[in-house]
């Protein structure tokens, strides 16, 4: 089992950056891939950004690109996501999530939150204007 302890949100301006951490405990997670989603309210949940077990791959959804940077450090057991530019349309929970590789045929299946094995709690982000 891996449980994963989101950190890092808050209530801050528009234009601002933030950086959220995914803490994992229970097993490392350096053969896991790794992703960002987050749910606004009265939304469902959609895919921000993930990358691979070696960090070597990253992907972003087109809302968050060039905005938002992912990364881990296998070391620590946790990966990070470097928020800026926010605007209020990025209000919302943030949960980090792990997936075996081998569930992920492609990158692309990255973006599908049913592909994933283990989520964290969520941490909220509300950017006002």
């Known amino acids: 089992q891996v449980q994963l302890v989101e950190s890092g949100g808050g209530l801050v301006q528009a234009g601002v950056s933030l950086r959220l951490s995914c803490a994992a405990s229970g097993r490392a997670i350096s053969t896991y891939d790794m992703g960002w989603f987050r749910q606004a309210p009265g939304k469902g949940r959609e895919f921000v950004a993930a990358?691979?077990?070696?960090?070597?791959?990253?992907l972003y959804a087109d809302s968050v690109k060039g905005r938002f940077t992912i990364s881990r450090d296998n070391a620590k057991n946790t990966v990070y996501l470097q928020m800026s530019g926010l605007n209020p349309e990025d209000t919302a929970v943030y949960y980090c999530?792990?997936?075996?590789?081998?569930?992920?045929?492609?990158?692309?299946?990255?973006?599908?939150?049913?592909?994933?094995?283990?989520w964290g709690q969520g941490t909220q982000v509300t950017v006002s204007s």
């Open positions: 999530a792990a997936v075996q590789p081998i569930r992920v045929v492609a990158v692309t299946g990255w973006t599908d939150d049913g592909n994933y094995d283990y």
């Open positions: 990358i691979s077990w070696s960090g070597s791959r990253t």
